[in-house]
């Protein structure tokens, strides 16, 4: 599915109905306008007599503040829809209290630094993003819990994302390497996914920033081996490696040497459609997981 979203730790939905324009001729039903009709009386002089009078005129309150939906898109209950408009730029006016935002399937090669600015949350996928298109200083200020940016041409991880970051979904790109340092500034993530890229390596160390990383989801990609520092993760239970290069799994490889290091076991750790000789796998590599059945092998073939 292309997406790409950005969703708030805390969602809390309100009872006011979100504005709702019918049309176009809706804003000419203000009752301020309706005397146009009454422009001329039935002498044709033009003027309209006064109405008796009926003792002082009490006036309404005026009505409170409300941020429009974006032109095209569709809004409700703080969702905001504008996914397969051929939008080429974020559109403006998004409501300040929004806490998703559907951007998908459109031709945006950019987002400039205010595009997301006031907002806790975001959603976009299917656009031609490059790297170079994401500006510096985008998403200054964003609190952001979750973030996807898949089905684009990003070529390597993002720098500056917000820091908040629980969830990072990079999937569908052409990202080469998990280098040191691209991974660094989100300490909260504990689900990572960069499923269907190119990539090749994971650097060692790379992945040590990430302290309560839960699930980590590389498969589809072109690795020939275990990403090094899973046994070090303390709290990963969730491992995805399938359909890669990986032709051998070492006994060290997922779990660390001794006890009490790990402080959750393993409940899913997919290893089918590798070139790897299950047969020859040693039992103690699987030493930290849960039971025999959170293990795929499968059956590879080319």
């Known amino acids: 599915m292309k997406t790409l979203l950005l969703l708030c730790s805390w969602v809390i939905l309100c009872n006011a109905l979100p504005f709702e324009q019918r049309g176009f001729w809706d804003f000419s ?78 031709k945006i090669l950019e987002i400039k630094k205010d595009d997301f600015k006031g907002l806790n949350s975001l959603y976009m996928g299917g656009n031609p993003l490059e790297n170079g298109g994401i500006e510096a200083g985008a998403f200054d200020g964003l609190k952001l819990n979750y973030l996807r940016i ?30 040191m340092g691209d991974l660094s500034q989100y300490p909260s993530l504990y689900r990572l996914g960069l499923g269907y890229n190119n990539i090749r390596a994971v650097e060692n160390g790379s992945l040590a920033s990430m302290p309560i990383l839960r699930e980590l989801h590389l498969d589809n990609n072109k690795l020939s081996k275990v990403p090094p520092g899973l046994p070090d993760m303390k709290f ?3 491992v995805y490696l399938h359909s890669n290069n990986i032709t051998q799994v070492g006994v060290n490889d997922f779990c660390p040497v001794g006890f009490g290091v790990k402080r959750a076991y393993y409940n899913g750790i997919s290893l089918f459609n590798n070139p ?16 025999r059945l959170a293990i795929q092998f499968g059956n590879y073939r080319k």
């Not at 002089?45 to 503040?65: C, K």
Request: hydrophobic share 35%.
């Open 150 to 179: 898949s089905e684009a041409k990003l070529s390597g991880i993002p720098k500056g994302l917000p820091s908040s970051l629980n969830e990072l979904h990079l999937d569908h790109n052409k990202i080469q390497a998990i280098e």
């Open 276 to 291: 790897v000789p299950y047969w020859e796998v040693q039992p103690a590599t699987f030493r930290c997981v849960t039971d």
């Open 236 to 238: 990963l239970q969730v």
């Open 29 to 106: 039903m203000d009752d301020g306008l309706t005397m146009m009709k009454d422009e001329a009386n039935e002498d044709g002089s033009g003027f309209t007599p006064s109405p008796p009078f009926a003792g002082p005129t009490v006036l309404a309150p005026p009505m409170p503040p409300f941020d429009l939906c974006p032109f095209g898109c569709q809004c409700h209950l703080r969702v905001v829809q504008c996914s397969d408009l051929g939008l080429t730029s974020v559109p403006k006016n998004i409501p300040k209290d929004t806490t998703l935002l559907d951007l998908q399937n459109n």
